[in-house]
């Protein structure tokens, strides 16, 4: 499944339009704190190292870019850049209600 566009809902909320018709929900200060790459997690214990409300709600994306056929990479306005959210991890990260309702380990931070 892949994203059809992106908007900028407020300041701190993405919104993806799937392939699907599914309109994805995304706080960006969640996304970044869900980063999988090895500066955000450890490579050998996969601990996360940065930890839900270690960043503050001013980091916001800077730059969205797509990544070949797969994937996502989101500059943020802290300088991190290096991680890939791919499609499948994107979605799996949706915070819409609907999302939310069926993945009860998944927190609404969104209104």
């Given amino acids: 499944m892949k994203p059809v566009s992106l908007k900028k809902i407020d300041p701190r909320t993405l919104g993806v339009e799937w392939e699907d018709a599914h309109q994805g929900v ?3 200060t969640f996304l970044r704190e869900h980063c999988t790459c090895a500066a955000c997690v450890d490579e050998w214990t996969g601990e996360r190292k940065v930890k839900t409300g270690m960043l503050p709600a001013t980091v916001l994306p800077v730059t969205i870019d797509s990544v070949g056929n797969y994937g996502l ?4 306005s ?3 850049a290096t991680g890939i959210y791919t499609y499948d991890y994107l979605r799996s990260l949706c915070q819409c209600p609907g999302c ?5 380990g998944n927190p609404l931070l969104i209104p």
Avoid: K
């Fill in 26 to 28: 995304y706080d960006t």
């Fill in 100 to 104: 939310h309702s069926r993945e009860s």
């Fill in 78 to 80: 802290d300088g991190h």
């Fill in 73 to 76: 990479q989101i500059r943020f």
